[in-house]
């Protein structure tokens, strides 16, 4: 069975920061890739960013959302088999519960989602 928790979610204001983690019950190579997701109300689920986790030639290689690009950072540990979304300049349109997702052999895993709320 495979779980993934995620934390560090909250209130922040427009300009600051915030790290979610994503901790897995599997060692992060088991995975294909990992991903950071978000849903607003209202709105579609969307990309926030992906890491190649598995031990393929692209390993380590990082994707972000044109909305995040600049401002977010995915890393992962292997040692704590925990994935990170670093979160700076935040605005009020970042706000939306935060989704890890893992992928292998086609098929995700979904954490339960951590809310980020950006408002003054």
């Known amino acids: 069975q495979v779980q993934l928790v995620e934390s560090g979610g909250g209130l922040v204001q427009p300009g600051g920061s915030l790290t979610l983690s994503c901790v897995a019950s599997?060692?992060?190579?088991?995975?294909?890739?990992m991903g950071w997701y978000r849903q607003a109300p209202g709105k579609q689920r969307e990309l926030v960013a992906t890491?190649?986790?598995?031990?393929?030639?692209?390993?380590?290689?990082?994707t972000y959302g044109d909305a995040v690009k600049g401002r977010f950072t995915i890393s992962r540990d292997n040692a704590k088999n925990t994935m990170y979304l670093q979160m700076a300049s935040l605005k009020p349109e970042d706000t939306a519960e935060y989704y890890c997702?893992?992928?292998?052999?086609?098929?995700?895993?979904w954490g339960q989602g951590a809310q980020v709320t950006v408002s003054p």
């Open positions: 997702k893992a992928t292998v052999a086609a098929y995700d895993y």
């Open positions: 599997k060692s992060l190579t088991w995975f294909n890739t």
């Open positions: 890491i190649v986790t598995g031990g393929t030639a692209t390993y380590g290689t990082t």
